[in-house]
């Protein structure tokens, strides 16, 4: 096995082992997945993320691009107790903000994240014109209203052949599944796509847009099934959640393998770090 998968599978590893003492709601998959868009820049330009809770995801991204030799990661969340607005379901009664801090230092990424206690679309418009993001991790808001307007507050800042990954994509939470069918697989500024998990990712890049059309399409059909079901945000009973287990299923989504994505990206920079 050559010398370079060896260094991609240590870092990963030991930047799991991390993230995995903090509590999430990130499974290995999903970690795994997010790592390999993390080492594998695929343009110059900024890791940000958008939803932090205690931290795990941004302990994962800043291993990440430590191991490639960049700079500290930004991440936004505005850490404050549960709304009737945000999915509840990640969110207690009390700020996490506290913890969510000494996970930063205790997993020794302090100097690594660039932390803004903000709500995402107010941090954006504060955004640096001239500054380009490479991969954006959304994971905050789980409405829909909440997922397409983080997509949107921070589209203007994607770098060309930049990714956008959102959480909960193949999840019964309905928001971010409706935000991605509509706002990337219907959208002609994206090309290349996939999930892992329940994550679901896709590039920035309209010159490509043509050749992915049609997969992009009978990948929106297949999400369509799920919005039917989880469309009006309330708890599926017994028989709709047979429905959604099966139509999930029907979405390829295991493990995304460094190898495949580096074959199916466009890389605008063939000399930029990678594990």
Request: aromatic content about 10%; charged content about 20%.
């Amino acid at each position: 096995m050559p010398d370079a998968v060896y260094s991609r599978m240590d870092a990963m590893e030991s930047a799991l082992i991390e993230a995995n003492k903090i509590g999430g709601y990130l499974s290995d998959r999903e970690a795994r997945g997010l790592f390999v868009l993390a080492v594998n820049p695929t343009c110059p330009g900024r890791v940000v993320e958008i939803g932090t809770f205690k931290g795990k995801s941004a302990v994962l991204l800043a291993k990440a691009v430590s191991a490639i030799g960049e700079g500290a990661i930004v991440a936004v969340d505005p850490h404050e107790a549960a709304s009737v607005e945000v999915d509840l379901s990640h969110y207690g009664k009390e700020s996490v903000h506290a913890e969510c801090m000494a996970n930063f230092s205790q997993s020794g990424v302090e100097n690594m994240v660039e932390f803004h206690q903000l709500r995402s679309t107010c941090f954006a418009k504060s955004w640096p014109v001239s500054q380009r993001i490479r991969l954006l991790w959304i994971d905050g808001d789980h409405t829909y209203s909440g997922a397409k307007g983080d997509l949107e507050a921070f589209a203007p800042y994607l770098a060309d052949g930049a990714i956008v990954a959102m959480h909960d994509v193949l999840h019964e939470h309905g928001g971010p599944t409706r935000a991605f069918a509509e706002g990337i697989l219907l959208s002609k500024d994206f090309s290349a796509f996939g999930f892992f998990g329940s994550v679901g990712w896709a590039q920035f890049d309209r010159a490509r847009f043509s050749a992915w059309q049609k997969r992009k399409l009978a990948a929106y059909k297949k999400l369509s099934r799920l919005i039917a079901l989880t469309g009006l945000d309330q708890p599926l009973d017994r028989t709709q959640g047979l429905r959604f287990r099966i139509a999930r299923a029907l979405v390829p989504h295991g493990n995304l393998q460094a190898r495949w994505f580096r074959e199916t990206v466009n890389f605008s920079d063939p000399c930029l770090p990678r594990l």
